[in-house]
């Protein structure tokens, strides 16, 4: 298996854009999560899915953020519209059960808005 | 609300010595705890955990130790190695989500 798969590795742009993170789970996982990793916070949890439902979305930011999960290969996490304090690296992860295995992790987004 | 706390940003160690990194939380309905090791560049990965109903779990040179009274788990890595040099995260679970630490980053000097 090629693991949590996430696009793009790097995302530069500007403030007021659009943007939007991908992932692609581990097949078989039913259990997805967003992470934002910041200096100052360290990694924090946005919103995790359990077959495919947002299970708990109270760590996203503000409504700028939102995140989807049409299938079960599939999510996307989009900001609209950017702000350069969104600049940070958003991990994926997926699980076969929530939260009590082990999370593997995709390679992370790094999104840099000027 | 910071419901799972690294308080040592970083930990410098000599190659061969054992390196303590600690991890403390306050949500008594966690009951599951995980440490996870992340190299820059890549996403973190799954290093080595523990239940609530144990206070020792140990897998080659990793330990973790978990005080339910004191509400505080530690990872020991003996004899330390410079290629545990990454940052770790510890982590902490009641089923319905998993709460991470700020992490600590772990610089083992040959």
């Known amino acids: 298996d090629a693991g949590v798969i996430q696009s793009p590795r790097h995302e530069v742009t500007e403030m007021g854009q659009e943007v939007t993170l991908r992932c692609k789970p581990i097949?078989?996982?039913?259990?997805l999560f967003w992470y934002r990793q910041t200096m100052m916070r360290g990694l924090e949890l946005l919103i995790y899915f359990n077959n495919n439902v947002p299970i708990d979305d109270s760590g996203m930011p503000e409504d700028r953020f939102s995140a989807k999960m049409p299938n079960a290969s599939f999510s996307t996490l989009k900001i609209q519209p950017s702000e350069p304090r969104d600049s940070a690296v958003y991990f994926c992860?997926?699980?076969?059960?929530?939260?009590?295995?082990?999370?593997?992790f995709g390679p992370g987004t790094r999104l840099t808005v000027l | 609300d910071q419901q799972v706390k690294q308080n040592s940003p970083s930990l410098s160690v000599q190659e061969g010595r054992i390196s303590i990194l600690n991890c403390d939380y306050t949500n008594s309905m966690f009951d599951y705890f995980l440490w996870y090791k992340k190299y820059p560049a890549e996403g973190p990965t799954f290093l080595i955990s523990?239940?609530?109903?144990?206070d020792k779990n140990e897998d080659g040179r990793f330990t973790v130790f978990l005080n339910k009274s004191a509400k505080h788990l530690s990872l020991h890595i003996v004899p330390s190695q410079p290629g545990d040099s990454a940052v770790y995260f510890c982590a902490a679970t009641n089923n319905n989500d998993m709460r991470f630490g700020a992490g600590t980053r772990l610089t083992v000097k040959p």
């Open positions: 523990i239940s609530s109903i144990k």
């Open positions: 992860a997926s699980s076969f059960r929530t939260g009590r295995l082990a999370q593997y």
């Open positions: 097949s078989g996982h039913n259990s």
